[in-house]
């Protein structure tokens, strides 16, 4: 399958991207593979601007997030952050960087494989969905190194798993297999090393099939279940699916149910 994406559009020190645009289909790839993809500040803002690109992009309906085999990502580089104080920290506001990733407005699947820890951990629950090979290990081992999760992890990992085990994981810094991680609800699917790509890839070219308005609203409507009291995130939905009736996807696909045929989405 990714034989046939079409390698192009840019490429950028620490990332590597590609479109398919004939699938409306983006895939970023971190690229860091002798650090095991340790997210540096280049990296990150690197990804940041990728992402903002391709959510901009009307050609693109689904964005993939991955690393290699070996790792996914191996959590925030160490070594850069090893000497900072906390006002250097602060000052280099890398929060604005992972709130801008969190703001992608189109469906983001991470397709994870070997070491998603740390802050590697942390991106991978930022994304939508997550795809896992056989060999993926999800962990937040910061307390390991003196500190703790910084991006999420305490929050995100807890609403996944529940208090018991995100606070064993947190405390004790232990890895959590991809089988652990299914049977926990973190990860959608968990498949071998050898077709995890295609099987994101499979998944991506299922939602881009669909209206790219729809997708959008309901995203942001799935996570505000996260984020806001039942009553509001009802009303919140309610207000997306209205919304969708002034579209253009809406008349054709409720069109096409009833001439019993296939849609054919414009994301208008
Ligand atoms: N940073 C820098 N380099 C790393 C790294 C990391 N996180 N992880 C691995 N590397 C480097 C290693 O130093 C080594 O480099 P060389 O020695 O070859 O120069 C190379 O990658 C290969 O690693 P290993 O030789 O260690 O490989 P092994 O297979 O033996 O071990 C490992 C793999 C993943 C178990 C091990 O590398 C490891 O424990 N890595 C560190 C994992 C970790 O502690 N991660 C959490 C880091 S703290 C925030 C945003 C994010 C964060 C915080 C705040 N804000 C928005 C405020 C996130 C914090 C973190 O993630």
């Not at 709130?99 to 998603?116: E, H, N, R, W, Y």
């Not at 409507?221 to 009736?245: I, M, P, S, T």
Request: glycine share 6%; net charge positive; aromatic share 6%.
């Amino acid at each position: 399958m990714l034989e046939i994406i079409l390698k192009s559009l840019f490429m950028i020190n620490m990332i590597k991207v590609t479109n398919n645009y004939q699938e409306h289909i983006a895939l970023i790839e971190l690229n860091r593979p002798n650090e095991l993809n340790a997210l540096n500040l280049q990296l990150m803002q690197e990804l940041r601007d990728a992402l903002k690109a391709l959510d901009q992009d009307d050609a693109v309906r689904v964005i993939i997030l991955t690393g290699n085999k070996k790792a996914f990502a191996a959590g925030a580089d160490i070594k850069e952050m090893s000497g900072k104080k906390s006002v250097d920290m602060l000052k280099i506001d890398q929060f604005s960087t992972w709130d801008q990733i969190k703001k992608t407005k189109k469906p983001l699947i991470a397709a994870v494989s070997g070491f998603a820890l740390g802050g590697g951990c942390e991106l991978a629950m930022t994304c939508d969905m997550i795809i896992a090979s056989e060999s993926a290990m999800f962990g937040q081992p910061e307390i390991k190194i003196g500190v703790m999760p910084g991006a999420g992890g305490t929050q995100r990992l807890t609403r996944a798993l529940g208090k018991a085990r995100a606070m064993e994981m947190v405390l004790t810094g232990r890895f959590m297999t991809a089988k652990e991680a299914l049977e926990a609800g973190l990860v959608n699917k968990v498949v071998p090393e050898e077709i995890y790509m295609q099987e994101t890839v499979r998944l991506a070219k299922e939602i881009a099939a669909m209206s790219p308005l729809a997708t959008v609203l309901a995203k942001e409507a799935v996570n505000r279940a996260h984020e806001v009291h039942l009553e509001e995130g009802l009303h919140f939905e309610r207000k997306n699916f209205y919304l969708l009736f002034s579209s253009e996807d809406q008349k054709e696909g409720m069109q096409a149910f009833i001439e019993k045929r296939k849609p054919r989405f414009k994301g208008k």
